[in-house]
Structures are given as structure tokens and as C-alpha cells.
């Protein structure tokens, strides 16, 4: 079963605008991870946001996430053209502060940027 | 570092046949998974090693699927015998911890 939801389902902007992704989970986690894949391709890990922390950047992407909201969203800056891909959040469960070390994932937001 | 390297890229099979895919994790990396990824969804864990060991394999349907992680470095996943159904992308992923996955490109089964 798919913990996270992700919104919106589809996204469609300019190159150089900005693209705002969120997710919703249901259960205590211990990190919550973004994932890009391109079409017919594997998942690329972007980041990752551990369960303490509020807010993280890497390059283009900001990731900011709310535990009592059980909420996250991941900002991509000045996007391009190959950004254009599906964005996923998956989550680490928690029970009583140890990983699974198991995944679950949304079913993603595709992210279309045009040049 | 070569990266999880999966193969093969596509296979196409007539339904109840047998297929195998198989997995090379990067090395030193003990925990290995397999994910099913259905068109238009994310994925979804079918079964997580921890070295040799199949330490979740609650979502992997056992009436036709099995898996076995050889010396806790390769993997296979075999599908017999196959059903329309199992039409899928199939996805290996390793970790040193439960932080740092690395994802394969997958094998897209094609069951007609």
C-alpha cells in the first residue's frame, strides 16, 4: 500500500519559473526521501530530510518538511527543460525510533517544464 | 563504482511462463530490495535482504514469486508462472544503511 500522496498528480510550467511539489503521509517516520526518474529509467535519490530537521537545500531544491502536519514539499528553483521528469517522496517508517530501512512510496507528481 | 546493475533491460513473455531477473547490489552494500513499480504508480517493496537474509517479504506474493540473494551479494527474483497481472517495472535497490539507496534502471516485463 502507498504511504505518501503526492500533489499535484501533474505539473506543467516554463523553463526558469519555479516548481512546487508536496507530499502527505500517515504514520511516524524516521526520514522522508525525493526521488527523480525519467521516463523508462530508475529512480535518482535527491534528497533526503530526517524526521528532526525542518528544512534542507541542495543546489536547486529546497525540501522543507512539517512532522505534525505529516506534510513535506520539495521547491525546485529556476527550473529547466531537464528537469522534466516524475518526483516522488517515500518515506522511512518509524516504530519506536528505529528504520525499517524499508521505503514507501507516492505515487508521484509529473513534472513537465517546457524550454 | 559501476552502480546496481540489473539485466535484463526488457523481457517480453507469453503469460504463465517463467522469467528471472537479476540484480548486482554495489559492493559492500549488505541490505538489497526489490520493487514493483505498476505503470502510473510508485514503487512498491516486494522483499528487503539484510546480507543473505529475507528479513521482509511480506508483500511478495508466494505462489509464484521467489527470491534468493546468493552469498548475500547477487539477487534473483523469478516470476513462475507468470500472469498478465505481473506487467510491471521491476526495480533493485541497494544501501549500507537505511540511508543511502541506490536504485538499478529495472527490467520492464512485459507479460502478453
Known amino acids: 500500500s502507498q504511504q505518501g500522496e503526492e500533489d499535484p498528480q501533474a505539473l506543467s510550467i516554463q523553463e526558469g519559473e519555479n516548481a512546487t511539489m508536496n507530499c502527505s503521509y500517515k504514520?511516524?517516520?524516521?526520514?522522508l526521501q525525493w526521488y527523480r526518474q525519467n521516463s523508462g529509467r530508475g529512480l535518482v535519490h535527491l534528497i533526503l530530510?530526517?524526521?528532526?530537521?525542518r528544512e534542507k537545500h541542495s543546489g536547486r531544491l529546497r525540501v522543507t518538511l512539517d512532522t505534525s502536519k505529516k506534510s513535506s514539499s520539495l521547491l525546485i528553483t529556476a527550473s529547466r527543460a531537464a528537469d522534466t521528469a516524475s518526483y516522488f517522496c517515500?518515506?522511512?517508517?518509524?516504530?519506536?525510533?528505529?528504520?525499517?530501512?524499508?521505503?514507501?512510496f507516492g505515487q508521484g507528481t509529473i513534472l513537465t517544464v517546457h524550454p | 563504482e559501476a552502480g546496481v546493475v540489473q539485466s535484463p533491460r526488457y523481457k517480453i513473455i507469453e503469460k504463465k511462463q517463467p522469467v528471472a531477473f537479476w540484480c548486482n547490489p554495489i559492493s559492500g552494500h549488505n541490505t538489497l530490495y526489490w520493487y514493483r513499480q505498476n505503470l502510473g504508480q510508485g514503487p512498491e517493496l516486494l522483499i528487503r535482504y539484510e546480507n543473505e537474509e529475507a528479513v521482509d517479504d511480506s508483500q511478495l506474493p508466494k505462489d509464484r514469486f521467489s527470491a534468493e540473494r546468493l552469498k548475500g551479494v547477487d539477487s534473483t527474483l523469478k516470476i513462475q508462472p507468470a500472469e498478465l497481472g505481473d506487467s510491471a517495472v521491476y526495480l533493485c535497490?541497494?544501501?549500507?544503511?537505511?540511508?543511502?539507496?541506490?536504485f538499478g534502471s529495472g527490467t520492464r516485463l512485459t507479460v502478453v
Open positions: 504514520t511516524s517516520i524516521n526520514n
Open positions: 517515500a518515506t522511512d517508517f518509524n516504530a519506536g525510533g528505529t528504520s525499517y530501512g524499508k521505503l514507501t
Open positions: 530530510i530526517r524526521s528532526n530537521e
Open positions: 535497490a541497494s544501501s549500507y544503511d537505511a540511508y543511502g539507496y541506490t
